[in-house]
């Protein structure tokens, strides 16, 4: 089960508040794909987000890294991203079509995402745009909620399509996003608030969400056994969440 701090945004957002009175510099080092850090995402506060795995960090990148961005660019390329055909196979459809997801969605992924490496101005726009691939993936996974494994029945058949990221690029000029082990990482920053939400078990989060992470570093390794599983660079500093920010319909 994917570990939901959405619930828990009150609460922290209340204790920080009482306690912490007056900050400008919010650190989560284990911030997943941004929940917590979003929330205290403001002109007046410096935002400090660290993960290690990529799927992770190049949302983090996204929304609370980028500061200059033309979202009128980014609805444009997005839109020229759901209108791709993808009638042949690739090394998305190859391994994960008929599994995780319907075939016609793993060639429309596989196919869109070696567009964005070709659409892409800067890093930036590559992070939002592969940001935005990312929620869209996890919503049309036939999965329950990890890619541990796929579900029996194919029944996630809705077919996939990219939504325009929703995020004010102007309160994060000041930020700094890290894919570091966080044990290092906190010997080299400063900050007011240090929020802290460690893996709670010794399992690699990483071996859950390979699938994403194999999505976002787009290496095409082989995959092995059922479960299309990778060997991933990890570290014990890691943490998943299920929850991103928000989406923006246009």
């Given amino acids: 089960m994917w570990h939901n701090k959405y619930k828990l945004l009150g609460f922290i957002e209340d204790i920080v508040n009482e306690k912490c009175n007056g900050f400008s ?25 660290n993960d290690f795995l990529d799927s992770n960090f190049i949302p983090l990148k996204a929304f609370l890294g980028t500061s200059k ?31 995780y997801f319907t075939l016609e969605n793993a060639r429309k992924i596989g196919t869109i995402r070696e567009r964005i490496d070709e659409l892409s101005n800067d890093e930036n726009e590559k992070a ?4 935005s691939l990312l929620y869209a993936v996890d ?17 996630t058949v809705q077919p996939l399509r990219l939504l325009v990221p929703d995020f004010e690029a102007e309160n994060n000029i000041n930020n700094e996003i890290y894919k570091e082990d966080a044990n290092q990482l906190i010997r080299k920053i400063n900050c007011d608030v240090l929020y802290i939400d460690p893996p709670y078990n010794s399992r690699q989060y990483s071996d859950a969400y390979h699938l994403l992470e194999n999505l976002a570093t ?21 943490i998943a969440c299920n929850q991103r920010p928000k989406l923006l319909l246009i």
């Fill in 69 to 99: 961005i033309n979202f009128e660019e980014i609805e444009h390329k997005i839109n020229l991203l759901n209108d791709l055909e993808a009638k042949d196979d690739n090394y998305f459809s190859e391994n994960f079509g008929n599994t």
């Fill in 218 to 238: 787009w290496e095409k390794p082989i995959v092995h056994g059922k479960a299309k599983k990778w060997i991933v660079r990890t570290s014990k500093a890691i």
């Fill in 128 to 131: 939002v745009l592969i940001a």
């Fill in 139 to 155: 919503k049309v996974a036939n999965t329950v909620g990890h890619y541990d494994a796929f579900r029996k029945k194919l029944d």
């Fill in 25 to 49: 510099v919010f650190c989560d080092i284990f911030a997943g794909t941004g929940v917590v850090a979003e929330r205290f995402n403001e002109k007046n506060i410096k935002v400090i987000a």
